[in-house]
T-cell receptor, first 115, second 113 residues
Framework: DTAVSQTPKYLVTQMGNDKSIKCEQN?????MYWYKQDSKKFLKIMFS???????INETVPNRFSPKSPDKAHLNLHINSLELGDSAVYFC??????????????FGEGSWLTVV | KNEVEQSPQNLTAQEGEFITINCSYS?????LHWLQQHPGGGIVSLFM???GKKKHGRLIATINIQEKHSSLHITASHPRDSAVYIC???????????????FGKGTKLSVIP
């Protein structure tokens, strides 16, 4: 039973299109994240939500719009896709943050290729 | 902003060897994470630690808060350990409740039979 699931796993699309990636977690966590992994395998935070509220938005173009209908779901919608958006997008979740940290659970990743 | 450095970037080992991957960071943190990513695969959290040492099977993670340094050790390495190992540091809870991870660039480990 997958803890953090993302769909689709692979997505090939043309420049200019709009696409969405869905994420669901069944761990009962309060916090969800989107991370981007570039071609050099470097991971960076994009967004963080806590109980459906946006907490972190890290200088991501406004073509990217996260949506959290409830605390178990965090979807990523991308408008007007560009070649540079090609990357692997990881959804993740964690319990509510506290000092001292906590374990973070990642989805399997969504491989986006823009052509 | 925290700077996270990992070394080495690439590591090739013979099966059975003891492996060490290092991670250093520039600013005090609340916790450090070691993650594993297999080729074409997802990311798995191996350890989260804020002090001392943790062990899970053949994997051992240590952290020295004063020196801002952590190591991941693999004993009796095996080809299935071949993966990218990523160090990430957390900067403590922000406001109502989130926590930002800053990632190292990863160490690609190949274990040869």
């Amino acid at each position: 039973d997958t803890a953090v699931s993302q769909t689709p796993k692979y997505l090939v699309t043309q420049m200019g299109n709009d696409k969405s990636i869905k994420c669901e977690q069944n761990l009962g966590h309060d916090t969800m994240y989107w991370y981007k992994q570039d071609s050099k395998k470097f991971l960076k935070i994009m967004f963080s939500y806590n109980n459906k509220e946006l907490i972190i938005n890290e200088t991501v173009p406004n073509r990217f719009s996260p949506k959290s209908p409830d605390k178990a779901h965090l979807n990523l919608h991308i408008n007007s896709l560009e070649l540079g958006d090609s990357a692997v997008y990881f959804c993740a979740s964690s319990p509510a943050p506290r000092y001292g940290g906590y374990t973070i659970y990642f989805g399997e990743g969504s491989w986006l290729t823009v052509v | 902003k925290n700077e996270v450095e990992q070394s080495p970037q690439n590591l090739t080992a013979q099966e059975g060897e003891f492996i060490t991957i290092n991670c250093s960071y520039s600013v005090g943190i609340s916790a450090l994470h070691w993650l594993q990513q297999h080729p074409g695969g997802g990311i798995v959290s191996l350890f989260m630690l804020s002090s001392g040492k943790k062990k899970h099977g053949r994997l051992i993670a240590t952290i020295n808060i004063q020196e801002k340094h952590s190591s991941l050790h693999i004993t009796a390495s095996h080809p299935r350990d071949s993966a990218v190992y990523i160090c990430a540091v957390g900067d403590g809870p922000r406001g109502a409740g989130s926590y930002q991870l800053t990632f190292g660039k990863g160490t690609k480990l190949s274990v040869i039979p």
